[in-house]
Structure formats: structure tokens, C-alpha cells
Nanobody, 126 residues
């Protein structure tokens, strides 16, 4: 059974940092693309970042480039999202998801992800 569990969310002041973790069971990252998405109140869920297990390419949404870093620990079957210089507009529920290998055109499209975690809340105060 494929399962994704996120952790690491919380409350932080603007300019601070958080590291989210997504631990997978039932599959290995080499076979999938792992994406991070977020959904703010009243807004649609959007792609934040993705790690492609096939070719180790990483992707970022423009507003987080230079502030967020996605990384993996294969021994722990865990994907991390290091979030620095956080802004109030980063406040959202963050989800990790696993899907088939992806590319620059499709990594942020939810329809390409088959498995989702339960989400973790990130709140950035001003």
C-alpha cells in the first residue's frame, strides 16, 4: 500500500524557516516524481516544487525560487522541502504527492499525481 505522511508544519514569523518532510511507504522515490503542493484558504491548490526520481531534476514555482529547496534522503525514503525567508503569503496547507515521472510542462499539474498525503499546516505571521 502506498502511503505518504507529511510533517514539519507549524507557525513561524515572516523571514523564518521551516522544513517539511514527506515519508513514503510502499514504493521508492526512484520510480516516481514527488511533488509538493499547497492550498491557501479560498484558493486552488497549486504546485510548489517537484523532485523527479527518474532523472533527479527539481522544479520550483516562480514565487518560491531561491527560497525553497527540495531534497531527498533515499535511505529514509523521505523528501524534504526546506522553506526559508517565509512570507505571510506562503501560509497554506502543504501536501506531498507521488506520481509518474514528469517534466517541466507537467510537474505542477495535480492530475499527474496518484497518491497524496494528508497535508500539514504552515502559518507565517507578519
Amino acid at each position: 500500500e502506498v502511503q505518504l505522511v507529511e510533517s514539519g508544519g507549524g507557525l513561524v514569523q515572516a523571514g523564518g524557516s521551516l522544513r517539511l518532510s514527506c515519508t513514503a511507504s510502499g514504493f521508492t522515490f526512484d520510480d516516481y516524481a514527488i511533488g509538493w503542493f499547497r492550498q491557501a484558504p479560498g484558493k486552488e491548490r497549486e504546485g510548489v516544487s517537484c523532485f523527479s526520481g527518474l532523472d533527479s531534476i527539481t522544479y520550483y514555482e516562480d514565487s518560491v525560487k531561491g527560497r525553497f529547496t527540495i531534497s531527498t534522503d533515499n535511505a529514509k525514503n523521505t523528501v524534504y522541502l526546506q522553506m526559508d525567508s517565509l512570507k505571510p503569503e506562503d501560509t497554506a496547507v502543504y501536501y506531498c504527492a507521488a506520481g509518474d515521472h514528469t517534466d517541466e510542462r507537467n510537474w505542477y499539474k495535480q492530475i499527474y499525481y496518484d497518491y497524496w498525503g494528508q497535508g500539514t499546516q504552515v502559518t507565517v505571521s507578519s
